[in-house]
């Protein structure tokens, strides 16, 4: 970055295997981070579903059964495109939504 030597922090985790469910992108604003828009995966499996719930044994175990519909159709995986584009040209921040294995 114009010539000048620069040093970004990270931290490395050990972790257990992971998938990623989902993408979070996120806008800069005087106020802090916004969220952008989230991408979830087009399959999301029993163990991340059922964090959405606070009995799952009683839920009807609905949780993003209409998101992935989008997944189907053309319209709906144009729609996606567009969200993640969207996020690529506006987000200055693109968090990982994972869960393990």
Known sequence: LHKKETCEAVTVIETPPMIVVGVVGYIKTPR?????????????????RRRFYKNWYKSKKKAFTKYSKKYENDTGKKEIEAELEKMKKYASVVRVLAHTQ
Request: aromatic share 6%.
């Open 32 to 48: 802090g981070l916004r969220t952008l828009n989230t991408v979830w995966a087009q399959h999301l499996s029993e163990e991340v």
